[in-house]
């Protein structure tokens, strides 16, 4: 368990890296108006690929499906995919896009290619995520982002503006589809017999809700940003959000995914479930939240120094979505727990709670004020809140105390308060007149430092959860 959570989250830093590279090297050729319309496309693709998965991929993952089964529902998913880019095209062909902004319909269809190697992609992953293959998945993603990564910056700086996000995102969906097929072409029985994947699909179903209702929450503010404020608003504040979710990225979704791989295995041990989950919760915590306190602490500092000018307005924005992306990395932990007990109803009700609570809100800000940065405000607030009921029904689904689940939080709290007061210190006797680039350096140095020490001291802890996962990783593979 250790391997694969250890695998995951290292190609997920690599790929989070080479986004968030992506991002800046494109932001020295593209404008804040590129990067909205993007952002406009992108939702679209997702809430697509989420439709077409049908909580397939979490269905496969957790449970034990035959060849014969994957192989239905992969004609499902290809059949839903292929349908996408003939739909696009009838709807561009006969003026059902006109109402977008000029290119976004044209950006559209190239995405709409995108969905369909996502979705062909589909079960041949999930295959070798429940296969626990994660040191082949790994190097595939690898490969696939960074010739991707280097063909879109090679033909932004020729040119190609807003396409060379496209030419990213079909590059690596090509070479990921390729390689998930080449591996997993024995595991697949391929057939035509859809009624076999019919179990999997009504697991799913609850699934796939649920992921519709987070994507709503997820995705909307974007149309609401670009609606009322503009492409160019829009593009600061997408920017933003990608840096928001990069703890997300990095460590909580790959976790998210090993833990229900391999906690579904243990069927009627919930002490050990209870265990490898706080272990996990406690060893993320420490990385997530420390991380994004330096975000949200110098912001300003970190992207006035990286970024062109034009983009000045990312720094107070991303400062305090930070704040929300430290709180989600811990609390998107609950969806794992809400499958693995199969309460995945009570999971889509639990998110079409927050869901309404979130949208409502940015609406309200944004309506009244006309301000990113009063709606960027209310969203932290109204996520510190959330946070709360998220970690009380994480309590309950564990059938732990709350205060045993806080716990479990008090190594990262306390790291992050240390590092802090280490920058604090670093800054104070630094130089008043400094490079920012310089200052950003010694900032950082000195909160890792601050950082490094506070693990050390906590060494005998982190180690016992290692110890945990480990037996946790033994036991599912032999159950």
């Known amino acids: 368990m250790i391997r694969n959570v250890g695998l995951t989250s290292a190609l997920n830093l690599y790929r989070a890296g080479i986004q968030f590279g992506l991002n800046v090297a494109l932001a020295h050729f593209l404008t804040p108006g590129d990067f909205g319309q993007v952002a406009l496309v992108l939702p679209i693709s997702l809430f697509i690929l989420l439709i ?46 006109e109402f977008m902004p000029q290119g976004t319909a044209a950006l559209l269809l190239g995405f709409s290619l995108v969905t369909t190697l996502s979705m062909v992609a589909v079960v041949p992953r999930a295959m070798m995520e429940r296969g626990l293959r994660y040191g082949k998945l790994a190097t595939i993603e690898t490969a696939a982002s960074t010739v991707a990564f280097v063909a879109s910056v090679g033909a932004a700086a020729a040119g190609a503006g807003m396409w060379s996000f496209l030419l990213y995102h079909l590059t690596m969906q090509t070479l990921r589809c390729a ?16 009624s076999l994947a019919v179990p999997l699909m009504r697991f799913g179903g609850w699934v796939v809700a649920f992921n519709l209702v987070n994507y709503l929450m997820r995705n909307l503010d974007r149309y609401i940003v670009g609606g009322w404020m503009g492409t160019e608003t829009l ?33 009627g041990q919930p002490k050990m479930r209870r265990e490898a989950f706080l272990a996990v919760l406690m060893l993320v915590s420490c990385a997530t939240v420390p991380m994004m306190a330096f975000v949200a602490l110098r912001a300003d500092l970190i992207f006035g120094t990286i970024l ?35 309460q995945v109803q009570r ?103 601050g950082w490094g020490a506070l693990i050390w001291l906590q060494r005998r802890t982190a180690l016992a959860a290692l110890s945990t996962l480990r037996l946790t990783g033994s036991t599912a593979l032999t159950a």
Do not use: H
């Open 52 to 97: 077409g998965d049908f909580g397939i991929t979490g269905a496969i993952v957790s449970s034990s499906a035959t060849a014969r089964q994957a192989g239905a529902a992969s004609a499902i998913c290809q059949g839903f995919g292929v349908a996408m880019p003939l739909l696009a095209g009838a709807l561009y062909l006969v003026g059902g896009l």
């Open 179 to 194: 390689a998930f097929w080449f591996l997993t072409r024995r595991d697949i029985e391929r057939n035509l017999d859809l």
């Open 235 to 267: 593009g600061f504040y997408s920017l933003s959000y990608q840096v928001m979710l990069i703890p997300l990225m990095i460590f909580t979704w790959p976790a998210t995914g090993v833990l229900l791989s391999t906690l579904s295995r243990l069927k």
């Open 308 to 342: 062109p000018p034009r983009w000045a307005p990312v720094g107070p924005i991303t400062q305090m979505l930070a704040i929300a992306g430290a709180l989600q990395s811990i609390t998107a932990f609950v969806g794992a727990l809400f499958m693995i007990s199969g």
């Open 347 to 449: 999971q889509f009700w639990f998110g079409v709670a927050i869901t309404i609570m979130t949208l409502a809100t940015q609406l309200i800000a944004v309506a009244s004020t006309r301000s990113l940065v009063v709606m960027v405000d209310a969203y932290v607030v109204l996520t510190l809140l959330v946070s709360v009921a998220y970690l009380a029904m994480m309590a309950r689904l564990l059938g732990l105390a709350f205060a045993r689940l806080l716990a479990a939080l008090i190594p990262a709290a306390t790291i992050t308060l240390v590092a802090w007061a280490a920058m604090l210190l670093a800054d104070a006797l630094s130089p008043v007149q400094v490079p920012p680039i310089c200052r950003l350096l010694v900032n950082s140095v000195a909160f890792c430092i």
